[in-house]
């Protein structure tokens, strides 16, 4: 559906709900979310994560969502209307979308791999998880030779591709469609998936770590980790929610969309960590949970081998990963493409197309320099100096650690001090529901909200600590 002023919009309340419910569960949840709530001590970490995504998820969405609505613009167009001394954290939001896809999308290419893999070839996988991954990596640990992943980039072209044909076909044409059928699959999967853990043997040493709340092991790195992911989980300051703000209704209730999207997304990571943490303790043992891509691909490789139906289960479970990290990526692409078509009037079709091209050669790049090829970023914190991470740990440290929480500080200040809580407010109540938690927003988005991101981006510049 278009509007009187030719802008997209989503075509339904539920098309909406579950397109920004895509957007934030992904890759985070799945993976991230349990080798962390595990590392931060199981329950402890849960209900540290659950007060952040409340005090300090909940209200930065409400702003974006509200920004996004108000202005009916994209990332950039969005802080030049209100305010153009801001215009920077639109173009952060817009550079940081920009570098986070680039490796999503090779992420997504390997997860396709790896569908296809649990099909065709289950056991070349258990017989070495290790060194099948590094395989798709571009690297022999048999005779120790690097070469250019093209199982990798040739997966990971299948998946820019299907994120290329949705983002043309448009808002509700593509996103919204696909994100009917894969939104409610990713419930199914994720269901099956559970029932399969709680049912097996040997997995309640793992549900009781979960669902115990001790808090001696919990540092003030704990808290930090527990407020990185949740801005990665929840598409927070990358000015995706605010692209996708800019798409609902004025008659749509933020405050309450706001509240369900962050609970979704809750309950999806929360779900992952009960299925994967008591897994993996049942099969390979505690100490082998873990996080990022090699846990992923390789670690839990171990557990559907020892699982009853290991194959058919790891099939579902990367299946899961599938449409967790498309509706994700799409997310990430759309905000992109609105601030190149809104602002430099380029068609969407065409910047589409550049754009997945660009995307295949960087991530390329990422992919190439997770084993096969020593090609080198540099970095520096107070902490170790001057270093040479592996260039694929660049990406993530310079979106993860500067950029996600420098844009989410500008828009925080933003709102909190600028355009002022009482406008957010007003474009909430716009539908005609009065925001009852009004004034509780507004001290959040002042103060809470501001300190606590100047503090994980401080700390993470000194200590060179990884949020995410
Ligand atoms: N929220 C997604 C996840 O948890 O994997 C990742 C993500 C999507 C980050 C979209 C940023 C974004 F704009």
Redesign the pocket.
């Known amino acids: 559906m278009k509007k009187s002023n030719g802008r997209a919009q989503w075509s339904s309340k539920i098309g909406f709900i579950l397109a920004a419910v895509g957007?934030?569960?992904?890759?985070?949840?799945i993976w991230?979310f349990p080798g962390k709530a595990y590392d931060g001590g199981g329950g402890a970490f849960i209900l540290i994560y659950v007060a952040i995504v409340l005090l300090i998820g909940m209200p930065v969405m409400l702003s974006e969502l509200a920004l996004g609505r108000n202005t009916q613009s994209d990332t950039v167009g969005t802080f030049r209307k209100l305010n153009k001394k801001f215009t920077w954290v639109g173009y952060i939001g817009v550079i940081v979308?920009f570098i986070?896809v680039c490796y999503?999308s090779h992420i997504g290419g390997w997860v396709l791999r790896y569908i296809a893999g649990y099909i065709i070839e289950p056991n070349k996988i258990f017989a070495d998880p290790k060194a099948y991954c590094y395989n798709m990596l571009g690297y022999s640990i048999a005779d120790g030779s690097s070469f250019i992943p093209w199982t990798a980039i040739i997966f990971a072209a299948i998946f820019i591709a299907a994120n290329a044909i949705i983002i043309i076909k448009g808002v509700e044409g593509g996103i919204e469609k696909f994100n009917k059928v894969g939104m409610p699959a990713l419930f199914a999967i994720l269901i099956i998936l559970l029932v399969r853990v709680i049912t097996m043997d040997g997995t309640g040493e793992g549900l009781r770590y979960m669902m115990t709340v001790d808090f001696s092991n919990v540092t003030f790195d704990t808290l930090l980790t527990a407020l990185g992911q949740a801005f990665?989980?929840?598409?927070l300051g990358?000015a995706?929610m605010t692209t996708y703000g800019s798409y609902v209704p004025k008659s749509e209730n933020l405050a309450k969309n706001t509240a369900l999207i962050c609970i979704m997304d809750t309950i999806v990571a929360l779900v992952s960590g009960f299925i994967v943490v008591p897994a993996v303790f049942a099969t390979v043992g505690s100490e082998s949970v873990g996080k990022g891509a090699l846990f992923a691909f390789v670690s839990l490789a171990g557990v559907f081998e020892q699982m009853p139906g290991g194959a058919f289960f790891g099939m579902m479970f990367y299946l899961l990963l599938f449409f967790?990290a498309l509706s994700?990526c799409i997310?990430?692409i759309e905000?992109v493409v609105a601030f190149l078509t809104e602002q430099f009037g380029c068609k969407r079709k065409s910047i589409t197309i550049w754009l997945c091209i660009a995307m295949l050669v960087i991530g390329s790049v990422y992919t190439s320099t997770q084993a096969a090829f020593g090609i080198k970023g540099i970095w520096f914190d107070f902490k170790n100096g001057v270093t040479y991470p592996a260039f694929c740990d660049f990406m993530e440290f310079i979106t993860d650690r500067v950029m996600i929480p420098l844009c989410a500080l500008g828009i925080t200040v933003f709102v909190g001090w600028f355009w002022k809580p009482q406008s957010a407010v007003a474009e909430v109540e716009s539908s005609g529901v009065k925001f009852k938690l009004a004034g509780v927003y507004g001290f959040l988005i002042k103060y809470v909200v501001p300190v606590s991101i100047t503090v994980i981006l401080a700390v993470s510049i000194i200590t060179g600590t990884t949020l995410s």
């Open positions: 957007s934030a569960v992904g890759l985070g949840n991230k979308a986070i999503y990665y989980s929840l598409s990358m995706i967790a994700s997310s990430i905000g």
